[in-house]
């Protein structure tokens, strides 16, 4: 994984968990969808997706797990075409990568043309702008800050 890969999946995590949550968790990895700060939700078991179905509000439930918020029907999927043993941190890189890879963002990221990618990725997780999931989303500055502050590096204008 390039340097420029790892922070744009930083970048996620933030959007996706926040910086409060992320540093309450084991970075993200083992938080359920609808945590907060002060009522994180933490499954225990990185063997598989907890699975669990939490409604978010009366028009939206999600089974949203770990530091990419991924769905279990995912996972299900995933684990078989990735060949992978388990819900763990390793799984759920490869996981975001792969979703990274079927956006047609990689080159995207490694360039440091990270609007483009983010853009790319916005069908994938609910917190990018540009999403279909009329959940909130943030502003791009604050995705690109996020980015290069994870020690991402963005293509020279």
Known sequence: MTDNEQAFLDMIAWSEI???LLALSDNG???????????PHLFK??????????????HLQSTAAGRYQILSRYFTSYKRTL?????SPDSQDKIALQLMRECRA???????????AIIRCSSRW??????TYQQH????EDLV???TDAGGKLAAY
């Open 18 to 20: 926040g910086s409060e």
């Open 29 to 39: 990895y083992d938080v359920i969808v609808g945590s907060t700060p002060s009522h």
């Open 45 to 58: 078991s990185y063997e598989d997706h907890p699975r669990i179905l939490v409604k978010i509000n009366e």
């Open 83 to 87: 060949n992978l043993p388990d819900f």
């Open 106 to 116: 990689i080159d995207l990221i490694n360039n440091g043309n990270i609007v483009a």
């Open 126 to 131: 609910a917190s990018l702008p540009g999403n």
């Open 137 to 140: 989303s943030h502003d791009v």
């Open 145 to 147: 800050k996020a980015y």
